[in-house]
């Protein structure tokens, strides 16, 4: 028996749009996420191990 395939929903007009301008502008917002702490107890643990 044969199943039945679902069709692909498709934006059209303002959706559209509007999902383009979101994807645009969260593809260009930079990270805002702080390391400093990670890479300070990564530099204790690799200066205590004698590694550069």
């Known amino acids: ?5 679902k069709s692909i929903p498709i ?3 303002k959706d559209a ?4 301008k979101d994807a645009n502008k969260s593809f260009t ?3 805002t996420m702080d ?3 990670q890479m300070s107890i990564t ?3 690799l200066a205590k191990a004698k590694i550069k």
């Open 43 to 45: 530099k204790l643990i």
């Open 11 to 13: 934006l059209k007009s």
């Open 17 to 20: 749009e509007r999902f383009v």
């Open 35 to 37: 390391c400093s702490k």
């Open 29 to 31: 917002k930079k990270a």
């Open 1 to 5: 028996m044969a199943t039945i395939i």
